[in-house]
């Protein structure tokens, strides 16, 4: 299973967290959450499975 977030989502808090340049340190201004990016991805995977309805949900929609 391969998820890669660009526009990153706070684990913690569901803001806008930031991820770094070089795709490797996770940051959320807003809670302060911070871990590196492949931890990030493990915690979303959790979250997605806790949560699989609406992670497919906001997959399938395409902004552009
Ligand atoms: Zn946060």
Redesign the pocket.
């Known amino acids: 299973m391969l998820i890669m977030v660009l526009d990153a989502k706070?684990v913690?808090?569901s803001?806008n967290?930031t991820v770094n340049d070089d795709m490797k340190e996770v940051s959320?201004t807003?809670?302060g959450?911070h871990s590196s990016y492949d931890e990030y991805i493990e915690l979303m995977k959790e979250k997605a499975l806790n949560m699989s309805t609406d992670f497919q949900i906001n997959l399938d929609k395409n902004p552009l």
């Open positions: 706070c913690m808090c803001k967290a959320c807003h809670c959450f």
